[in-house]
């Protein structure tokens, strides 16, 4: 009969310990941490966007680029959201407790919720006219051992569209982004904008090509018998 008390003892223990930590990680406040300038330079680019873009949207662009385009009615924006003004979204999880959080980050921004702390250093989103669609956001991770001293588990770019192209190892905690909030330029350096009408260009090209098919030129004579037999 004393085992199996213990053994209820045990458990009714361990049950406690779990719902003291998940209440623990739901009350831990998010703590705004000083930037760190000295680890933290401009963040690389994405590396898979910038794959995407120069294996397969290069040739197409080239291949599918319209000849003229009309000119717009209203002024087009020549630029996009810049780098400090972008806001994403990022989820962490507290894989002991199954208890996750959201934090809102601007670039250069970092957080501390318990015992770990999350940097932003990018985000970015694929452009609309981009045939592959990407959210991705440049993370650095850092989690406190029980010394009290830190370790950094990560730093890279994580995307929302494939999570398992880059994770982090972790036993405890995992980030992931949920949205960057941005806008692209509507045109670019190889935009061709022109002063004309399309409509009176192309009406052209098909007045002169009725004009070519009403006379067609006649086939070469074919010599007669007599002409022939004259030489």
Not at 137 to 153: E, L, P, S
Not at 159 to 167: D, F, G, I, W
Not at 185 to 197: A, K, N, V
């Amino acid at each position: 009969m004393k085992p199996i008390l213990l053994g209820a003892v045990a458990l009714g223990g361990l049950a406690a310990v779990g719902a003291w930590r998940a209440v623990a990680w739901q009350a831990a406040p998010i703590e705004a941490v000083p930037a760190d300038e000295s680890d933290t330079a401009k963040a690389p680019p994405p590396a898979a966007a910038e794959g995407a873009t120069a294996d397969g949207n290069t040739s197409a662009s080239a291949e599918s680029k319209p000849a003229v385009q009309a000119v717009p009615d209203k002024p087009l924006a020549t630029t996009g959201t810049p780098m400090g003004n972008r806001v994403a979204v990022l989820g962490i999880l507290n894989k002991r407790n199954g208890q996750s959080r959201e934090i809102a980050l601007k670039p250069g921004q970092s957080v501390r919720v318990g015992d770990v702390i999350v940097r932003l250093r990018a985000c970015e989103t694929t452009a609309p006219w981009e045939d592959q669609k990407l959210t991705g956001a440049f993370v650095q991770t850092d989690v406190r051992n029980r010394d009290g001293t830190w370790r950094r588990v990560f730093s890279g770019w994580l995307y929302k569209e494939s999570p398992s192209l880059n994770a982090i190892e972790d036993p405890v905690y995992d980030v992931w982004p949920k949205s960057c909030t941005m806008v692209h330029p509507d045109i670019g350096p190889d935009t061709i904008r022109l002063s004309g009408s399309v409509a009176g260009a192309s009406s052209a090209k098909k007045s002169a090509g009725a004009q070519s098919g009403a006379e067609p030129n006649a086939p070469p004579a074919t010599p007669s018998a007599e002409s022939s037999n004259a030489t």
